[in-house]
Every structure is written in C-alpha cells, then in structure tokens.
C-alpha cells in the first residue's frame, strides 16, 4: 500500500532513518487511517472522501459510570476524560509529525 521510498523520505528529512522490518508496521498504520476515512465519508452519507473527513475521530474509553460499586465523584469521571482527550489529541499532533 505504501511506497517505501516516499516513507524513507520523510523518515529521514527528520534525521532519522528506517528499518526494514517497519515498513509492515507502517502499511498496517496506514491502513487503519485509510479505514478511518472511509467510516467518516460513510458516516456522512458520502462516497467520495473530503478533506473534512480526514480527521480521526475520538473514542472515549468511558461512557457510563461504572456498575461495579465504585463510588467515585462525578468530578473525577470528568477530569479522567479531559486527561484522555489531551492525551489523545498530543497522540495526534505527534503522530502528524512522524
């Protein structure tokens, strides 16, 4: 799916280079953002890809408060989720720097 030699490029405008070995790792990276597109194209009744649909949506890991008889503030549900949605979104800002 990749072409290795743009991937190597890039890798390497950022004074690193590449192992052999991650290319496999890379096309599968690759695959799973494609697959993210083409949820969001369908998501809103498209069939062609935009560049509003080129954003990875989030997914949050809590939804609900717990059933298992936790009790823990409504307070600390909220602070966890603004601490999952930072880390998500310094997980992007890093992964568009690679």
Not at 25 to 32: L, S
Not at 40 to 56: A, E, G, Q, R
Request: proline share 3%; with cysteine; glycine share 4%.
């Amino acid at each position: 799916m990749i072409q290795k030699s743009k991937i190597k490029k890039l890798i390497n405008s950022k004074g690193l280079s590449v192992s052999s070995q991650s290319y496999d790792c890379i096309d599968k990276i690759v695959a799973e953002v494609v697959g993210q597109l083409c949820e969001n194209t369908v998501d809103d009744n498209m069939k062609t890809v935009m560049p509003h649909h080129c954003v990875l949506k989030q997914k949050t890991v809590i939804e609900n408060t717990p059933k298992d008889g936790v009790n823990l503030k409504p307070q600390f549900y909220k602070w966890a989720r603004t601490v999952q949605d930072f880390c998500h979104e310094q997980a992007v800002v890093l992964s568009k720097e690679v």
